[in-house]
């Protein structure tokens, strides 16, 4: 690419996504309920204009998004304006999932203007991440030979296989960053390796381009709806596909970092760690072998953030992330699991093995300070539960017990690591206890949730309004809240504002039921939007709730 030329389609690709800022704001009011037929005609000619130029600076996925809404939006070109009333509400219905997968591209294409700001437009032979695995499916052995040759060339690693079930057997074996398919394949086609990967949920979401040799369009769609994320027909320039490769492994990578780092120690996050599981157990079905988990929280945090301020406890936390990734192994992975705690896989490794290595981190932290700022040293210890995984164990329980190790661990004095022992059942289930707060100013409410929810493995604590319940938030523990709407002084959305803008106020993981005697739409997207995450209607059914109150908590 002439280095002048992409210069110019950078300063074009950021003045469009500029643009794009502006029209999203239309597109995400269409809701409220505004929409007449001259309206209708404004957002057909905005996405109509997306469509022919967003490909044109090489944002494809924009341009295909476009392309569906004017689908969507096309009638107003030839139907009689007396129509739009019946129109315009079902054009809406079936464009609100399409703007929300635009506004999602629109956040992705700003994060790769900034990757983009300082990067020199020189050549198309370049490599998004060198290392990065790609597998080649094709039964053209020619052509597959010449794309993995290629591919090696600019600094992938590249795979290439001639049928389906050697397609499957790979991805057993080796983690890809994104698969090239073939569609017209004997005896299987590439359509049967669709079905495969949208099945197992530790590879639905691996980036796909489909190498076709039919121009088809029934093709293209379906392949689309199917979950590909690019189409190229041959023949084709290879020029042409390592530019796809290298912008779709771009914008992946991106959102990857966005969706799955905690964005303050730059470790895994508990979304990746919970996915990472059900990937490790899987190969544990197929290949045998041990693995641990250990589950890590340090010591008195809370009176870090209390005696230095929450810069301190972020600076903490960053130390805390680092010296785990220093001293584990580049086989194992490390999460935040939230707050001050952190999980550890260990792959290939047995309860007694993770335990030494866990100590070993414990041992380090204890002679020396975890961080220092502005000449003043902090120390911290941890408290560490570990857990080999069994057969017949699933992730749910095999969590719950290096939890509740780790628990264990702190009850014994903290500043230790645990190893659980299944055979012994050293552990008790139920040792560690779900806290629910009632808050609600009536009397008589508290009285029935308080007799009601008493069977339960759970501590129950009440508040009389939205200022009691705030400050026992603020200094106690609480995995649940079921928070009336409307209540004096303090309401249940003006607590939830208080919660969200008072951050050590909450427990990450806490949850929320609204209850209200008003059913009313607007109140309960307004409670969901503010944090809450069920809403039940007064009068509401005790077996209703209590269903909830089991699901939400994870006790059945």
């Given at each position: 690419?002439?280095?002048?030329?992409?210069?110019?389609?950078?300063?074009?690709?950021?003045?469009?996504?500029?643009?794009?800022?502006?029209?999203?704001?239309?597109?995400?009011?269409?809701?409220?309920?505004?929409?007449?037929?001259?309206?209708?005609?404004?957002?057909?000619?905005?996405?109509?204009?997306?469509?022919?130029?967003?490909?044109?600076?090489?944002?494809?996925?924009?341009?295909?998004?476009?392309?569906?809404?004017?689908?969507?939006?096309?009638?107003?070109?030839?139907?009689?304006?007396?129509?739009?009333?019946?129109?315009?509400?079902?054009?809406?219905?079936?464009?609100l999932?399409?703007?929300?997968?635009?506004?999602?591209?629109?956040?992705?294409?700003?994060?790769?203007?900034?990757?983009?700001r300082?990067?020199?437009?020189?050549?198309?032979?370049?490599?998004?991440?060198?290392?990065?695995?790609?597998?080649?499916?094709?039964?053209?052995?020619?052509?597959?030979?010449?794309?993995?040759?290629?591919?090696?060339?600019?600094?992938?690693?590249?795979?290439?296989?001639h049928?389906?079930?050697?397609?499957?057997?790979k991805?057993?074996?080796?983690?890809?960053?994104?698969?090239?398919?073939?569609?017209?394949?004997?005896?299987?086609?590439?359509?049967?390796?669709?079905?495969?990967?949208?099945?197992?949920?530790?590879?639905?979401?691996?980036?796909?381009?489909?190498?076709?040799?039919?121009?088809?369009?029934?093709?293209?769609?379906?392949?689309l709806?199917?979950?590909?994320?690019?189409?190229?027909?041959?023949?084709f320039?290879?020029?042409?596909?390592?530019?796809?490769i290298?912008?779709?492994?771009?914008?992946?990578?991106?959102?990857?970092?966005?969706?799955?780092?905690?964005?303050?120690?730059?470790?895994?996050?508990?979304?990746?760690?919970?996915?990472?599981?059900?990937?490790?157990?899987?190969?544990?079905?197929?290949?045998?072998?041990?693995?641990?988990?250990?589950?890590?929280?340090?010591?008195?945090?809370?009176?870090?953030?209390?005696?230095?301020?929450?810069?301190?406890?972020?600076?903490?936390?960053?130390?805390?992330?680092h010296?785990?990734?220093?001293y584990?192994?580049?086989?194992?992975?490390?999460?935040?699991?939230?707050?001050?705690?952190?999980?550890?896989?260990?792959?290939?490794?047995?309860?007694?093995?993770?335990?030494?290595?866990?100590?070993?981190?414990?041992?380090?932290?204890?002679?020396?300070?975890?961080?220092e700022h502005?000449?003043?040293?902090?120390?911290?210890?941890?408290?560490?539960?570990?857990?080999?995984?069994?057969?017949?164990?699933?992730?749910?329980?095999?969590?719950?017990?290096?939890?509740?190790?780790?628990?264990?661990?702190?009850?014994?004095?903290?500043?230790?690591?645990?190893?659980?022992?299944?055979?012994?059942?050293?552990?008790?289930?139920?040792?560690?206890?779900?806290?629910?707060?009632?808050?609600?100013?009536?009397?008589?409410?508290?009285?029935?949730?308080?007799?009601?929810?008493?069977?339960?493995?759970?501590?129950?604590?009440?508040?009389?309004?939205?200022?009691?319940?705030?400050?026992?938030?603020i200094?106690?523990?609480?995995?649940?809240?079921?928070?009336?709407?409307?209540?004096?002084?303090?309401?249940?959305?003006?607590?939830?504002?208080?919660?969200?803008?008072?951050?050590?106020?909450?427990?990450?993981?806490?949850?929320?039921?609204?209850?209200?005697?008003?059913?009313?739409?607007?109140?309960?997207?307004?409670?969901?939007?503010?944090?809450?995450?069920?809403?039940?209607?007064?009068?509401?059914?005790?077996?209703?709730?209590?269903?909830?109150?089991?699901?939400?908590?994870?006790?059945?």
């Amino acid at each position: 690419m002439d280095p002048v030329q992409g210069n110019k389609i950078k300063v074009g690709r950021k003045i469009l996504i500029n643009e794009l800022g502006k029209k999203i704001t239309i597109l995400d009011n269409l809701e409220d309920g505004s929409v007449d037929f001259l309206r209708a005609q404004h957002i057909y000619r905005l996405v109509h204009s997306l469509k022919g130029s967003a490909p044109v600076f090489g944002l494809i996925r924009i341009g295909h998004i476009a392309d569906q809404l004017v689908k969507k939006w096309e009638w107003v070109n030839r139907e009689d304006i007396n129509l739009s009333e019946e129109l315009i509400p079902s054009a809406i219905a079936s464009s609100l999932t399409l703007v929300h997968e635009l506004i999602e591209e629109y956040e992705i294409s700003k994060k790769m203007i900034e990757v983009d700001r300082d990067e020199p437009v020189s050549t198309i032979q370049v490599s998004a991440h060198p290392g990065s695995r790609i597998l080649i499916v094709d039964d053209d052995e020619a052509l597959r030979s010449y794309l993995v040759k290629s591919l090696q060339s600019d600094g992938y690693i590249a795979d290439g296989v001639h049928n389906i079930d050697n397609a499957k057997a790979k991805l057993y074996q080796n983690k890809y960053d994104l698969i090239t398919l073939d569609l017209r394949m004997h005896p299987q086609s590439g359509y049967d390796l669709f079905y495969f990967l949208k099945e197992d949920p530790t590879l639905k979401w691996l980036p796909l381009i489909v190498l076709s040799g039919e121009n088809d369009l029934q093709d293209k769609v379906r392949c689309l709806q199917l979950g590909a994320d690019d189409y190229v027909t041959k023949p084709f320039q290879y020029e042409e596909l390592a530019a796809r490769i290298f912008s779709l492994l771009r914008r992946t990578m991106i959102f990857s970092q966005m969706a799955f780092r905690d964005p303050l120690t730059g470790i895994f996050n508990r979304r990746y760690f919970d996915n990472q599981m059900q990937l490790e157990l899987k190969r544990i079905e197929r290949f045998p072998a041990p693995i641990s988990l250990a589950f890590i929280d340090i010591d008195r945090f809370k009176n870090i953030n209390d005696t230095y301020g929450h810069s301190i406890g972020d600076l903490v936390l960053q130390a805390m992330a680092h010296t785990l990734q220093e001293y584990v192994r580049s086989t194992d992975l490390v999460a935040r699991f939230g707050g001050e705690e952190f999980v550890i896989i260990f792959p290939n490794t047995t309860g007694q093995q993770a335990a030494a290595l866990i100590q070993a981190v414990l041992d380090k932290i204890r002679r020396s300070p975890i961080t220092e700022h502005e000449g003043q040293a902090y120390n911290i210890t941890f408290s560490a539960g570990i857990a080999q995984w069994q057969p017949g164990v699933d992730v749910q329980k095999w969590i719950q017990v290096a939890d509740e190790t780790m628990y264990k661990a702190k009850e014994q004095g903290r500043n230790r690591c645990l190893l659980y022992d299944y055979s012994l059942e050293e552990v008790s289930t139920s040792a560690i206890r779900k806290r629910i707060l009632i808050v609600d100013d009536d009397r008589m409410i508290r009285a029935i949730l308080m007799s009601k929810l008493a069977h339960l493995p759970v501590d129950l604590m009440e508040a009389t309004d939205g200022e009691e319940g705030l400050q026992i938030l603020i200094t106690e523990v609480v995995d649940l809240c079921l928070l009336d709407a409307i209540m004096p002084k303090m309401d249940g959305f003006g607590l939830l504002l208080a919660l969200r803008d008072n951050k050590k106020a909450l427990n990450e993981e806490m949850k929320v039921i609204m209850l209200s005697g008003r059913i009313n739409d607007e109140d309960i997207a307004r409670g969901l939007m503010l944090g809450a995450d069920d809403y039940i209607s007064k009068p509401f059914s005790m077996i209703e709730l209590e269903a909830k109150v089991k699901k939400i908590l994870q006790l059945e």
